[in-house]
């Protein structure tokens, strides 16, 4: 079975090797008929600890690293800093 990937946004790169992302997905409520939106926060192994806050990265499943991280960053683009 493949790996589910997901498409999230850094939140947070305070602890070390660890980024926090937030993924967005999109549905339609089924009474009121609108389209809504839901956040959930993953917790993801970032080894060069290369992402921060701001970053828009891809994430992988994986076996479980430690109590939370269940997640790798596999690929992601930096935002443009301002020196």
Not at 47 to 62: K, L, P, Q, R, S
């Amino acid at each position: 079975m493949p790996k589910r990937q997901l498409h999230g946004l850094v939140v947070s790169d305070k602890q070390d090797k660890t980024v926090v992302v937030a993924v967005e997905r999109r549905f339609t409520h089924p009474v009121l008929k609108k389209t809504v939106r839901r956040t959930t926060k993953f917790h993801a192994h970032d080894e060069t600890n290369e992402y921060a806050v701001g970053d828009m990265v891809w994430i992988e499943e994986h076996k479980p690293i430690s109590r939370l991280k269940r997640w790798t960053v596999i690929q992601g683009e930096k935002k443009k800093r301002v020196l």
